[in-house]
Nanobody, 124 residues
Framework: VQLQASGGGLVQPGGSLRLSCTASGFTLRNYAVGWFRQAPGKEREGVSCISSSDDGTDYYVDFAKGRFTATRDNVQNTVYLQMNSLKPEDTAVYYC?????????????????WGQGTQVTVSS
């Protein structure tokens, strides 16, 4: 069972990136998937969560609201994080995580699988 975040890179301020979270051994649509980030010298912080169902528990932390959007592609077994209007302070390693309780949602998820991160650098 593996999760993998990918799609990071170097982007100018105001630019966009789409991160992907793929899984082997899990059908992602059945689980809540969270996005996190960790900047150098800082603690890891949550970014967003997308529920396994349309139950209204999806959330975004304040800095992500209006700029970041998490979506699923169930055919590709992938969860995406579309990031727009990127700022230098968004520079971090981004991770995806999964709550492996079947039918999990974003009301208090307990992430027990974590993927390797992908570096996002926002700089001119």
């Amino acid at each position: 069972v593996q999760l993998q975040a990918s799609g990071g890179g170097l982007v100018q301020p105001g630019g966009s990136l789409r991160l992907s979270c793929t899984a082997s051994g899990f059908t992602l649509r059945n689980y809540a998937v969270g996005w996190f980030r960790q900047a150098p010298g800082k603690e890891r912080e949550g970014v967003s969560c997308i529920s396994s169902s349309d139950d209204g528990t999806d959330y975004y932390v304040d800095f992500a609201k209006g700029r970041f959007t998490a979506t699923r592609d169930n055919v590709q077994n992938t969860v995406y994080l579309q990031m727009n209007s990127l700022k230098p302070e968004d520079t971090a390693v981004y991770y995806c995580a999964l709550d492996s309780w079947a039918g999990s949602n974003c009301a208090g998820p307990k992430y027990d699988y974590w993927g390797q991160g992908t570096q996002v650098t926002v700089s001119s």
